[in-house]
């Protein structure tokens, strides 16, 4: 093998793996379940949005399009991966509802491990796109790079919080990194390749996946736009979640399948990894631009935490807040009394002002 390909895979590898063990470290196994339960409703329409409608939209219109066989192969795969580890994140952009955010994230990550070595196959089939996949080819990298790291970061973050908080304060920048230097290496090795993916609107089709996840994951989020009526409490840290969780594909997942079960297709192998990081930018941007409106409108403070502190920040204990003591309310100022020989009997005082607060508090 090209060893310029093997340091390629290598840092495609080592941001899975970086990445996976970091969304295992930001998973709090007693705080899954409380928002989970409380979105139980909105937990199905992301599972049917991910897997079912996103996936009719972008794979339906991809195989009516005059695509080449490996930009259909790449569509496929980019269609399915969900439960990214950027969500969290990304919903910290907007201001959005960032523990169910983790929650639901796990939840999306769990179920492409089922779903995506399923899909894949028969969809490739049934395109006809002459991948000869199996789903024990999708599955194994699946398991061994992602699935293991997340359980030994869910483990760690068990066991120990102070090696979470260490962990989490550089897994964040390291992952990044050899992303970018993956995506990089990978489109300038295969050039020629990626350069014949321009035409018939094959790269613009990336925007494809970003915006019409956003849009079918905001309207399928409750409260629902042909609601009668207005809502009343719009949601709008899940409508965030769903938003963020339906458009981010598991960039981990496109990478396991874009090294082992697609990797004499380099064009596919291109076209994945240009969906994901349009991906990425596209919804970054947007949850930016949410969130500063979102500020401008609760004249807040701009706050937004790096990649890098989110398991910091979910780990670290919250002080309980002190309850506030109100001062008693002076008394008010005497009158000068009127000469003793015109003034009538002082009416009897009372012992203290309680007293007449409980009182005037009873009535």
């Given amino acids: 093998m090209d060893p310029l390909l093997v340091v390629i895979v290598s840092f495609g590898l080592i941001f899975v793996v970086t990445a996976s063990l970091g969304q295992g470290l930001g998973v709090a196994r007693a705080s899954m379940g409380p928002p989970l339960k409380a979105h139980s409703q909105l937990n199905v329409m992301l599972l049917i949005s991910t897997f079912i409608v996103v996936p009719a939209i972008v794979i339906g219109l991809g195989a009516l399009l005059p695509f080449s066989d490996q930009v259909k192969m790449a569509i496929i795969v980019l269609g399915i991966c969900g439960g990214a580890p950027f969500v969290p994140w990304l919903v910290s952009l907007a201001k959005g509802n960032v523990g169910y955010g983790a929650a639901a994230t796990t939840m999306l990550?769990?179920?492409?491990?089922?779903?995506?070595?399923?899909?894949?196959?028969?969809?490739?089939?049934?395109?006809?796109t002459g991948a000869d996949v199996t789903a024990w080819k999708v599955l194994w990298p699946l398991l061994l790079f992602m699935l293991l790291p997340f359980l030994i970061g869910v483990l760690i973050r068990s066991r120990s919080l102070s090696l979470t908080m260490a962990l989490g304060s550089w897994l964040g920048p390291v992952s990044i990194t050899f992303l970018m230097a993956h995506i990089v290496l990978f489109i300038g090795y295969s050039w020629s390749d990626f350069v014949s993916i321009a035409g018939y609107g094959q790269m613009a089709y990336s925007l494809v996946f970003p915006l019409v996840g956003m849009l079918v994951g905001y309207l399928l989020s409750p409260p629902y736009v042909l609601n009668v009526g207005p809502a009343p409490d719009s949601h709008r840290g899940s409508k965030i979640v769903s938003a963020v969780a339906v458009a981010q594909q598991n960039t981990g997942a496109v990478i396991c399948c874009a090294i082992f079960a697609f990797g004499r297709f380099t064009v596919a192998g291109d076209m994945m990894l240009l969906g994901a990081i349009v991906t990425i930018v596209v919804v970054m941007l947007t949850m930016a631009e949410l969130g500063a409106r979102f500020e401008k409108k609760q004249n807040l403070t701009p706050s937004v935490p790096a990649p890098a502190l989110l398991v910091a920040a979910s780990v670290a204990p919250i002080a309980p807040s002190a309850p506030a003591v109100q001062a008693p309310a002076p008394a008010a100022p005497a009158s000068h009394p009127e000469p003793a020989q015109s003034a009538p009997p002082p009416a009897p005082t009372p012992p203290t002002a309680a007293p007449r607060q409980a009182a005037q508090g009873d009535n």
């Fill in 109 to 128: 990550l769990l179920a492409t491990l089922i779903v995506l070595p399923l899909a894949v196959p028969a969809l490739e089939n049934a395109l006809g």
